[in-house]
């Protein structure tokens, strides 16, 4: 069956710093994979989407970035946090019938 | 472009008893899906149930069925004998035949009360 991971679970970081998040899927080959953020009370927000290895869609521009390096490992970079990426990101991937099925998700705080 | 409008920012629900919440699309596609998502207090989306457009059968898994009116462009979710462990937050969803993205809506929050 598949799996999808994230981590770490929750990081607390200050403004300016780098941020580096993590996704994985295992049991599947060549899945879609995608990032998003939520904030709290809010809906889901789609930032970056992925067809393949090194295929990076961006929805929404901002000091965020992802890359594919593998086939099922998708990150989620920043070189300097903003207040703002503050949220909960959450990672899924695309499975039967166009369905996503999604990671446990980041808590992100910056401070 | 596609939207889905969910139009109840909460509902809440007698332990045991039947809720349905609401779900509105606008589509000019023949061939889509729609979701229903369950965030529990843990924020993991979790998948409830999915319908196919061209499917005129109500989705159903479990305690939990889909009154799909493709001709209203309306996707309900009836959850029957709710349960404390149904609280969550409720998003629907909808996307095309063949596209890789999702819209959802802005959701419900269901409170069980026992």
């Known amino acids: 069956s598949q799996t999808i991971h994230q981590w770490p679970a929750t990081l607390v970081q200050p403004v300016g710093s780098p941020l580096s998040l993590e996704c994985t899927v295992e049991?599947?080959?060549?899945?879609?994979l995608y990032w998003y953020r939520q904030a709290a009370g809010r809906g889901l927000q789609l930032l970056f989407y992925?067809?393949?290895?090194?295929?990076i869609s961006s929805e929404v521009p901002q000091n965020l970035s992802a890359s594919r390096p593998q086939d099922r490992q998708f990150i989620l970079s920043s070189k300097k946090l903003l207040l703002s990426d503050s949220g909960f990101y959450l990672c899924?991937?695309?499975?039967?019938?166009?369905?996503?099925?999604f990671g446990p998700g980041t808590r992100l705080l910056v401070l | 472009a596609q939207t889905v409008t969910q139009s109840q920012p909460e509902m809440s629900v007698q332990e045991a008893e039947t809720v349905t919440l609401s779900c509105t699309y606008d589509?000019?596609?023949?061939?889509?899906?729609l979701f229903w998502y369950k965030q529990p207090p843990s924020r993991q989306m979790i998948l409830v149930i999915r319908?196919?457009?061209?499917?005129?059968q109500n989705a159903t898994e479990n305690r939990f069925s889909v009154n799909f009116q493709k001709a209203a462009k309306s996707f309900s979710l009836k959850i029957s004998d709710s349960q404390l462990g149904d609280a969550a937050m409720y998003f629907c969803?909808?996307?095309?035949?063949?596209?890789?993205?999702?819209?959802f809506g802005t959701g419900t929050r269901l409170t069980i009360i026992p």
């Open positions: 969803a909808y996307t095309n035949f063949g596209n890789e993205k999702l819209t």
């Open positions: 589509t000019s596609e023949s061939d889509y899906y």
């Open positions: 319908q196919e457009a061209y499917k005129q």
């Open positions: 049991g599947t080959s060549n899945p879609n």
């Open positions: 899924a991937w695309t499975g039967q019938v166009e369905t996503q099925y």
């Open positions: 992925s067809v393949g290895i090194g295929q």
